[in-house]
């Protein structure tokens, strides 16, 4: 058999294994299947495989190949599972190995993230205290070779994939930078790079914890504890889960356990194909008090959402910012062969008070259900459950956490939005720290902006006047400092920058004295329960 042939018969076992795995799904969700059934999907499969073979024998073009994987990978299954819903997923090698990667929150390299610019591959930001960190490579460095091969040509995922490798192994980088006459070479060591879900954790007022959340992996819980009981004396925190798409529910439900009281429930699965399942604090706060302001917004999906739920269920935390995405369902990730994944919803979760937070996604295209939701999300829209907290307080299902308060992102404008698609700031660190550095009081002065604009006027492709510059002066401010601080200072210090000065986090923050007043309304709750079970007991 021609490789061709075994590659385009590797990808119909595909096809079929993907079939099998949702076969038998959907056979214990309707129990016994009849003959007729099973003779239906059986007549479907050998219809695939005629049209498939049709197409292979008559297409215009050879099918074979990667036009063969694509067909399967990003056609027929792809196509299948939408049937379905709009998250069951099929990964093929490369996602797969990708979605992994996220989930253990590690990989093997050098510690940079990489971004493909007008055909150069730029470093966006080395990770602190990894290999090209420590190397001194800074943002803006453009990578001209890996190994004394030129990367002219080459994407940022394949030179992703020269710079990953075995830990130990050496690899050398070499890097055009601004203001030096010819290439710098660095040989790194690759090593373990840990990839944090936490991405920001600092005491931002005197007391009062701040925690950005990026995403639920294998590590999240442990980084979410560490990061809160690293804060002294703490009086109050925020738990920022802007833009998390999700992730590990075993990981949401840990985050919940340290923060909620013993015994009480963090969420319910429920499913056709498997039993009921129902997650309680197995080891509780341990009495520790302390209000909460989560911060959420239109991108806090899944796991991010279940913490938001179960929280503001038990009126442990204060949700404010905008309603988030709405997703309810649960997927379980089947391993088939060749290293490959199927993603498919097995369970709808529940929050504590009942709620099922999944947007209706029938009859909805793909593109209006992830970026156009925005009517279907209002409290009190048509068809959303209302249900209530622990004191009663009023919670809408069926369309997202809806916020107890509301917090309005920032509006961008046409300039804004110009300047961030340009990278302007980020090209401009690099030019403005070519000859010199900066300490960590950097400010940004009238000096600093005349740099900036004498820079801009160089650059054809960001045609800007100063009247624009004035009427976002704030706003370019904080960018360039932003930039400039990450660029000498290292990413953590530059997200910092950005989260003192967010409004949607300083209004988050006015809020803690409501949570405050959320959290002695749970504690009184918890005590009203205590004592009706002891009654109980006695009377019996």
């Not at 949700?319 to 089947?334: A, D, N, P, R, S």
């Not at 007043?517 to 918890?526: G, P, Q």
Request: hydrophobic letters at 35%; a negative charge.
């Amino acid at each position: 058999m021609t490789p061709p042939a075994r590659r385009a018969l590797f990808s119909l076992i595909i096809f079929f294994a993907v079939c099998a795995v949702a076969g038998t799904f959907l056979q214990r969700r309707v129990g016994a299947q009849s003959s007729q059934d099973e003779s239906q999907i059986r007549d479907s499969l050998k219809s695939f495989t005629d049209v498939y073979a049709i197409v292979e024998q008559n297409y215009a073009e050879p099918i074979s190949g990667d036009r063969a994987d694509t067909a399967i990978y990003d056609g027929a299954i792809p196509g299948m599972l939408r049937v379905l819903d709009p998250h069951s997923n099929f990964y093929d090698p490369k996602a797969y190995a990708k979605m992994r990667e996220d989930q253990r929150g590690h990989y093997y390299g050098v510690g940079m993230v990489i971004q493909q610019q007008n055909n150069k591959v730029y470093v966006i930001t080395p990770y602190e205290g990894t290999p090209s960190f420590r190397a001194g490579i800074r943002p803006g460095d453009v990578i001209a070779a890996i190994d004394g091969k030129s990367t002219d040509g080459m994407t940022s995922d394949v030179v992703a994939k020269n710079l990953k490798g075995p830990k130990g192994t050496h690899v050398q980088v070499s890097v055009v930078r601004d203001g030096q006459t010819k290439p710098l070479t660095f040989d790194l060591v690759r090593d373990e790079i840990p990839h944090p879900s936490v991405d920001l954790k600092y005491e931002i007022k005197p007391g009062v914890g701040y925690v950005h959340l990026t995403q639920f992996q294998e590590t999240t819980a442990q980084e979410v504890n560490q990061a809160i009981d690293s804060f002294p004396n703490l009086k109050g925190l925020v738990l920022d889960l802007r833009g998390n798409p999700g992730g590990l529910l075993s990981q949401a439900v840990e985050v919940c356990d340290h923060l909620l009281a013993k015994g009480q429930t963090i969420v319910s699965q429920r499913g056709r194909a498997y039993p009921d399942q129902n997650y309680t604090a197995t080891h509780g706060n341990g009495g520790k008090q302390f209000p909460i302001v989560v911060l959420v917004n239109r991108n806090t999906a899944s796991a991010a959402e279940i913490v938001s739920g179960a929280l503001q269920d038990h009126d442990r935390a204060l949700i404010v910012g905008e309603t988030t995405f709405g997703k309810g369902l649960v997927q379980t990730v089947y391993n088939l062969s060749e290293n490959t994944g199927l993603a498919l919803t097995t369970y709808h979760y529940y929050t504590p008070s009942g709620r099922l937070i999944q947007r209706n996604y029938s009859g909805v295209s793909l593109y209006d259900y992830y970026y156009n939701h925005a009517g279907a999300t209002a409290p009190g829209s048509a068809n959303r459950e209302v249900k209530m907290t622990d004191s009663g307080r009023t919670v809408y299902g069926g369309g997202g956490i809806t916020p107890d308060e509301k917090i309005e992102p920032p509006k961008h404008n046409r300039f804004q939005d110009d300047l961030v698609y340009k990278a302007a700031f980020f090209h401009f660190a690099a030019h403005y720290l070519s000859n010199r550095t900066v300490d960590r009081n950097f400010q940004v002065d009238d000096a600093v902006l005349s740099d900036f604009k004498q820079w801009l006027a160089t650059q054809d492709d960001i045609p800007v006047s100063d009247k624009q510059i004035d009427e976002n002066l704030d706003w370019v401010k904080v960018n360039l400092k932003e930039n400039i601080i990450t660029s000498q200072f290292g990413q953590q210090q530059g997200l910092r920058v950005m989260a003192d000065w967010d409004p949607m986090i300083q209004k988050a923050l006015s809020y803690l004295p409501e949570a405050q007043a959320l959290e002695d309304t749970a504690h009184k709750v918890l005590a009203q329960k205590a004592e009706a079970r002891a009654s109980g007991a006695t009377n019996q």
